[in-house]
């Protein structure tokens, strides 16, 4: 194995290894039997607001990530046909 070929895999899994966690991090949206019995209800201010801004970076981070994870497996997988040894 190269050093390209160890430097790429290693890439690959902390991506895909962060994608699952922060995926795992964010809160269902699912609104509906669970919500009720398990008082989904934040009808404060600060309840309301509060998850927003977390919400939208975990987000962020997701769509980040995966798009890292996507040109990575690109480059993985287009580099050793250009080139050749």
Same mark, same amino acid.
């Given at each position: 194995? $190269?050093?390209?070929?160890? *430097? ?7 991506? !895909?290894?962060?994608i699952v966690l922060v995926t795992l991090l964010?809160? !269902?949206?699912?609104?509906? /039997?669970?919500?009720a019995i398990g008082g989904g209800s934040n009808? $404060?201010?600060?309840?309301?607001? !509060?998850?927003? $801004? ?6 962020? /981070?997701?769509?980040? /990530? ?12 287009? *580099? ?5 040894k």
């Amino acid at each position: 194995m $190269s050093v390209w070929e160890i *430097v790429s895999g290693v890439l690959l899994l902390i991506s !895909s290894i962060f994608i699952v966690l922060v995926t795992l991090l964010q809160e !269902s949206k699912q609104q509906g /039997m669970t919500s009720a019995i398990g008082g989904g209800s934040n009808d $404060s201010f600060y309840g309301k607001n !509060s998850g927003r $801004s977390r919400e939208a970076k975990l987000a962020k /981070m997701t769509t980040v /990530m995966a798009i890292i994870f996507f040109i990575v497996t690109l480059v993985v997988n287009l *580099v050793p046909v250009f080139i050749k040894k």
